[in-house]
């Protein structure tokens, strides 16, 4: 049983291009978190998806970033005009249902913006 | 105040030691409670879970959670060099776990 799949694992980017990250959960998991993990800082929730639906984007910075989760395909999580402040590790979780305790991380993705 | 308080350490220990690692948190509502590993530039690997106060036991593991006290603690026995890593501890509260800044352990051969 394959576990959550993050791509790229390393991106880099330049200030002003567009970042996209992708997500799939595990098998049979149709739940997906995005977190954020800066040097000394920790992990900080994002985004929080089910399929064809957001449900609870509190994290996520007001501009410049969106996160979808379609019928068919990865979740991805897009950075639209990047700056340095976005370089860190961007990690994906996946649970199996609404409410689970359980949450399982991929490797991440690790972005930086040069 | 952060929600979630974690000694960053480095905590470093010989083979074989006991290891106690804490985590205090200040909303009264988190229900359940976790420890993750997380090696160097991997992702965090969920280790132990619980959502009531007391004792939980994995081989040489051992999660506490004292709720009164708002506060949790894993513990771990005969420590081997591969359990060094990052540990977080991370609380459940609505949609969202909130993580402590992790505590990084060293176990010396």
């Known amino acids: 049983n394959a576990g959550v799949m993050q791509n790229p694992r390393h991106l880099v980017r330049r200030r002003g291009q567009e970042a996209r990250l992708r997500c799939s959960p595990m098998k049979g998991h149709s739940h997906v978190y995005w977190y954020r993990q800066l040097p000394e800082e920790g992990l900080k929730f994002m985004v929080y998806?089910?399929?064809?639906?957001?449900?609870?984007e509190s994290g996520m910075p007001k501009e410049r970033f969106s996160a979808e989760f379609p019928k068919e395909g990865p979740s991805i999580l897009r950075i639209q005009q990047v700056v340095r402040g976005d370089s860190a590790a961007y990690f994906c979780?996946?649970?199996?249902?609404?409410?689970?305790?359980?949450?399982?991380f991929g490797q991440g993705t690790r972005l930086t913006v040069v | 105040q952060k929600e979630v308080e974690q000694d960053p350490g480095p905590l470093s220990v010989p083979e074989g030691a006991i290891v106690s690692l804490n985590c205090t948190y200040s909303?009264?509502?988190?229900?359940?409670f976790m420890w993750y590993r997380q090696y160097s530039r991997k992702g965090p690997e969920l280790l132990m879970y619980t959502y009531s106060s007391g004792n939980k036991e994995d081989g040489r593991f051992t999660a506490q959670v004292d709720k009164s006290s708002k506060y949790i603690s894993l513990f771990i026995r005969d420590s081997q060099p591969s359990d060094s890593a990052t540990y977080l501890c991370?609380?459940?509260?609505?949609?969202?776990?909130?993580f402590g800044t992790g505590t990084s352990l060293t176990v010396i051969p």
């Open positions: 998806l089910q399929k064809e639906n957001i449900i609870d």
């Open positions: 979780a996946s649970s199996p249902l609404h409410g689970n305790t359980e949450a399982f």
């Open positions: 991370a609380m459940k509260y609505g949609n969202q776990f909130y």
């Open positions: 909303n009264s509502a988190f229900q359940y």
